[in-house]
């Protein structure tokens, strides 16, 4: 599994944060879409539905340099890294929690693209964690 070939000293390809902040990017974004950590939806959003479409249907990675969320970002609201290895198994029970069906929560919607159709979040899922374990090589 790739995700499992990340070390708390893996180099990033690009961006700023370190391995144990991009573990916890990703577990506090499982997180917030699940309804379990505050977020703010962007109510101002040129073109959101082309973004949307762009970003989750059309098979190319995604562009590097895309500003972070400030509450899922560890140096600014979102949760500090600890514990690598625990952080990691964190990370590994929400996205089960995600991908498991019947749900026992109702997706809020995406701050960036609201409401989502289940194969939409699942696509999203896959195409967000694609995109920052490439960030670290994997």
Not at 25 to 32: A, P, R
Request: overall charge positive; some cysteine.
């Amino acid at each position: 599994m790739r995700l499992g070939r990340v070390r708390f000293d893996t180099q990033r390809r690009w961006g700023k944060m370190n391995a144990g902040q991009m573990i916890c990017h990703l577990n506090d974004s499982f997180l917030g879409v699940m309804g379990d950590k505050p977020m703010e939806i962007m109510t101002r959003y040129p073109m959101r539905k082309l973004v949307k479409w762009i970003a989750i249907d059309l098979p190319f990675q995604w562009p590097h340099g895309v500003q972070t969320r400030p509450e899922f970002d560890s140096a600014i609201g979102g949760t500090p890294p600890a514990d690598f290895e625990l952080d990691k198994q964190e990370l590994l029970l929400q996205i089960e929690k995600f991908i498991k069906a019947p749900r026992t929560f109702k997706f809020r919607p995406h701050p960036m693209f609201l409401e989502m159709t289940d194969q939409e979040w699942m696509r999203w899922g896959y195409r967000h964690m694609d995109h920052h374990l490439r960030q670290f090589g994997e």
